[in-house]
């Protein structure tokens, strides 16, 4: 018996995140059609998570931000993996979230509890990679009509270790976890140097933790004391502990989303009038304003990971970008504005100008003419030949 507890306390308890960036608007529309795909979530486990992930969310961003409702938690459901050879090792299903942004961007979560086993990061990998045989990502993105225009995934990992605590199991495994980070295929290994700068950039503030980040998967790893623990303490452990990191990163894909749907929408309304730019752009300043606010709110805890995560995701230069795109449509605004004020301008010349020399043409052919008929053609015929003579003088200088 003390050997079977030794070999459980030698394993780990996994646990996976898939998250699916969506291109939004995602509307009710939507949200029904992912519901069908899928079979009905417990009630009692989908109130639990979401609870323990509010009251997270809530310590870690503030009461202001849980206030403003910037984003919404539902509930979609949960689907069936397809068995592998590993079946006995993988997880059975994916309970299915969907993350809604005021916008309209959305993300959508597949969470999945694996039993407890030993470290193997070559074959997490081939689960995790969209292009594997043997991928639990595409699995549920070909269960998942929804997913097929989504971006390429954000993986995310918890790891509880019963047997060894966080620095003898990054000695032994560091390395493995790298390749996990970016899902690496290759036989040829990383440099040492650039395993030990990985694993120097830990998030985790905690002791008994560590948390890493790359371009394609985060994870966060835990030690408990006590050896071989019973898996539902091993999941508690797990999940109160990833939590913060966990959402942290979510927010962060979120507003890049955000950022993402900006940039096409003034791509899209590039050429609008003038009242639609400015609506646009009044739009998206109140956005980024909020988006400044979410960053302005980043504690001791968070902002490291915020600021390297926004550079590893390639926020900032989204970002940038809807700047500098911005900046365009304030230049066009004011071009728009002023080739308004010119046309204007030119139509108001033009008939008044027109209008005056009727008026002396009609003073002049009253004089000269006593048929009434004979006056008016007079006073049409100056005002129509000033108007276009007029018009072709100044239409090449306005042009």
Not at 285 to 293: D, H, I, M, S, V
Not at 371 to 387: E, K, P, Q, R, S
């Amino acid at each position: 018996m003390k050997t079977d507890e030794a070999n459980d306390g030698d394993k780990v308890l996994p646990g996976f995140v898939i998250l699916f960036a969506v291109p939004g608007p995602v509307g009710q529309g939507d949200i029904s059609e992912i519901r069908e795909e899928t079979k009905p979530l417990p009630e009692e486990q989908a109130r639990e998570r979401l609870k323990a992930l509010e009251e997270v969310e809530l310590r870690l961003f503030g009461e202001e931000f849980h206030k403003a409702e910037r984003t919404s938690r539902i509930v979609i459901g949960r689907m069936e993996l397809a068995a592998t050879e590993y079946s006995d090792l993988q997880p059975t299903h994916a309970d299915v979230y969907l993350v809604l942004h005021k916008t309209g961007a959305a993300i959508l979560e597949a969470w999945m509890e694996a039993p407890k086993q030993e470290y193997n990061a070559d074959l997490w990998i081939k689960w995790l990679r969209s292009d594997s045989m043997e991928g639990i990502t595409g699995s549920i993105r070909k269960g998942l009509r929804f997913l097929s225009g989504a971006y390429d995934p954000y993986c995310f990992i918890t790891i509880v270790t019963a047997n060894e605590n966080i620095e003898s199991f990054l000695r032994s495994h560091g390395a493995d976890i790298v390749r996990l980070m970016y899902l690496d295929v290759s036989p040829m290994p990383f440099k040492d140097d650039f395993v030990s700068d990985e694993l120097e950039r830990d998030f985790c503030l905690r002791k008994g933790g560590a948390s890493y980040m790359s371009i394609s998967l985060a994870v966060h790893i835990k030690e408990i004391e006590g050896g071989s623990v019973a898996n539902e303490l091993l999941q508690d452990v797990r999940a109160r502990s990833a939590i913060p990191f966990f959402l942290t990163v979510e927010l962060l894909l979120l507003e890049r989303e955000v950022l993402r749907d900006y940039y096409d929408l003034l791509a899209i309304n590039a050429f609008g009038s003038v009242s639609d730019l400015v609506g646009l752009k009044e739009n998206i300043l109140n956005g980024l304003e909020e988006y400044y606010g979410v960053i302005a709110r980043a504690n001791q805890f968070s902002a490291p990971l915020r600021e390297y995560g926004e550079k590893m995701l390639g926020i900032n230069d989204i970002y940038e970008s809807v700047v500098d795109r911005l900046d365009a449509i304030t230049f066009d605004i004011t071009m728009l504005y002023q080739r308004s004020n010119n046309v204007l301008t030119f139509l108001l010349t033009v008939l008044l100008s027109a209008l005056e020399a009727g008026f002396i043409a009609s003073s002049i052919a009253l004089y000269y003419i006593n048929d009434l008929f004979g006056v008016m053609f007079w006073t049409i015929l100056a005002a129509v030949v000033t108007a276009v003579a007029l018009s072709m003088v100044l239409y090449k200088r306005i042009r």
